[in-house]
């Protein structure tokens, strides 16, 4: 099957070059009625893709029809979740079809989740219901719109047939587009069965794909960890600045590549709240928000724990040098942090008191049970002067916002930005949209219950520009009414 654009799409995948035993060759599992739901058009243009018809699209991203040439495999990895070392995991429902590059030249990996059984699958179907299908579609694509790194979503399409979860639901698939799907249980995998040669040909791979500057430091492996750390640091600063909870931060989760991953339970604040848990699964909350800083950085520690027998032969020595590198990751994680809050609070200056400003502000947001994002955005009009007040005391209150606003305006005052221009850059770092969890929810209803996908559409529109006003959907932004709030959110698998 060919047709114009896509013959890079057909590149077999750079990973299933490596030796067999890092992944299962296997084909997707065809299904009944493939339907397109989605074709993601503006991701289509940055790979260099010109659609075909709605028809060969469905046959296409269903796994029903692949490409001349593709080479589709099953990743292996193992992973800690929730803390607790499985050896074998793997892609249980997911199917790496290949490699193309988009138009900048980088080299992207193209995915079919839930596309039937591999040798990974354990008990599991192989199958996606699609709730999850459509949850990810939209929050991954709202992320790259919110600018921070995600893996994208290329198509989703309805199976034609069920799936059993709690109920029995309907059945989709979705194409996954991301920098590389190697994860830090990737690199367990290999560590977990001493297989020091493997672990070796993955860092290889990993530092020519995604760090290929590492090859020229003297200690090659020891400057991949720092990569990685440095990635993860950034990543997960900006989730804290715009209020997202990951939900599942297993070790297996996370992309080296520094990419957001795998959107099962997760959420957006409302009201804000640091010990705020929404995945069902996290029942003690290792994942709540406030301790994500503190679950990445346990994961690196596992990351670095696999590349020790690489970095040095005498086990000290690479102790010691992995150690010294992971204590990189407070300051890092913490100087992106409250470089996001800076522009959040319309600073472009550095002063030593700014971290205790940003803290106090969200302090004050916490006490009045404050929406995250409106606060944040209401704090855009009131940068604009006293006069403009009103919306941000009605969300932390006069006595919360009294005293830190005078603080606020003299802090401001020894900036060279105008107020006009400073309002304006702080509507660019505090969004009007997000991909609010109750909207979430009433979408994936629509589209199961009635077969209805308007409001999915309507909020992936929303939700592609999220920092400008949107007058006509306004009720897009606003929180949730007592009886619509989410309270919790699921897996999916």
């Known amino acids: 099957m060919m047709w114009r654009g896509w013959t890079a799409f057909v590149n077999p995948s750079s990973y299933a070059s490596l030796p067999e035993r890092f992944f ?31 028809g060969t699209l469905s046959a296409l991203f269903s796994g029903n029809a692949l490409p001349e040439d593709c080479v589709p495999i099953a990743m292996a990895y193992a992973g800690h979740q929730f803390g607790h070392f499985v050896p074998q995991l793997g892609d249980g429902r997911a199917i790496l079809l290949g490699e193309m590059r988009n138009r900048a ?35 991954s694509e709202a992320m790259h719109a919110l600018k921070i790194p995600t893996t994208r979503a290329l198509a989703a399409v309805t199976s034609g047939e069920s799936v059993q979860r709690e109920t029995t639901m309907p059945g989709a698939i979705l194409t996954r587009v991301a920098a590389s799907h190697v994860r830090v249980g990737t690199f367990e995998y290999f560590a977990a069965r001493g297989d020091v040669a493997g672990t070796r040909i993955l860092a290889d791979y990993v530092i020519g794909r995604h760090y290929p500057a590492c090859a020229q430091e003297r200690a090659p492996y020891l400057a991949l960890l720092a990569q990685v750390i440095s990635r993860q640091a950034s990543l997960v600063a900006r989730w804290m600045n715009i209020g997202f909870i ?61 590349l020790l027998p690489l970095i040095d032969a005498d086990s000290n020595r690479a102790v ?83 005293e830190w606003s005078q603080r606020w305006r003299a802090r401001m005052a020894r900036e060279p930005t105008a107020p006009a221009a400073r309002a304006e850059s702080m509507r660019q770092a505090n969004p009007a949209f997000i991909p609010r969890n109750h909207r979430i929810e009433q ?47 699921f897996c999916g698998t």
């Open 24 to 54: 299962a060759r296997v084909s997707p599992t065809p299904v009944a009625a493939p339907g397109l739901v989605k074709f993601n058009d503006a991701l289509a243009a940055e790979l260099g893709l010109t659609a075909p018809d709605a």
């Open 105 to 139: 030249g980088a080299a992207c990996d193209i995915q079919l989740k839930g596309c039937g059984r591999t040798p990974f699958s354990r008990s599991g179907d192989g199958r996606a219901a699609l709730g999850p299908v459509l949850r990810e579609y939209l929050v």
């Open 246 to 306: 990951h939900g599942v931060m297993n070790t297996d989760n996370m992309a080296v590549s520094g990419e957001t991953i795998d959107f099962g339970p997760c959420a957006f604040l409302d009201m804000f709240d640091p010990a705020a848990v929404f995945s069902s699964i996290d029942q003690r909350g290792r994942y709540s928000f406030a301790n994500q800083p503190h679950a990445a950085l346990w994961n690196l520690v596992r990351f670095a724990e696999t």
């Open 320 to 402: 010691d040098a992995a150690t010294e590198v992971i204590e990189t990751f407070a300051p890092l994680f913490a100087e992106s942090w409250l470089g996001g809050m800076r522009g959040k609070l319309g600073l472009s200056m550095q002063e030593d008191g700014d971290r205790r400003l940003a803290e106090d502000w969200l302090d004050a947001m916490h006490r009045s049970r404050a929406d995250f994002t409106l606060a944040f955005r209401a704090l855009c009009e009131a940068a604009l002067g006293p006069a403009h007040e009103e919306a941000v005391r009605g969300h932390v209150g006069q006595a919360g916002y009294e």
């Open 443 to 489: 979408m994936i209803s629509a589209a199961i219950e009635r077969a209805d996908f308007a409001p999915f559409e309507q909020l992936c529109k929303v939700l592609s520009q999220p920092w400008r006003e949107q007058a006509a959907f306004a009720a897009y932004a606003d929180p949730p009414q007592p009886a619509e709030r989410v309270l919790q959110t």
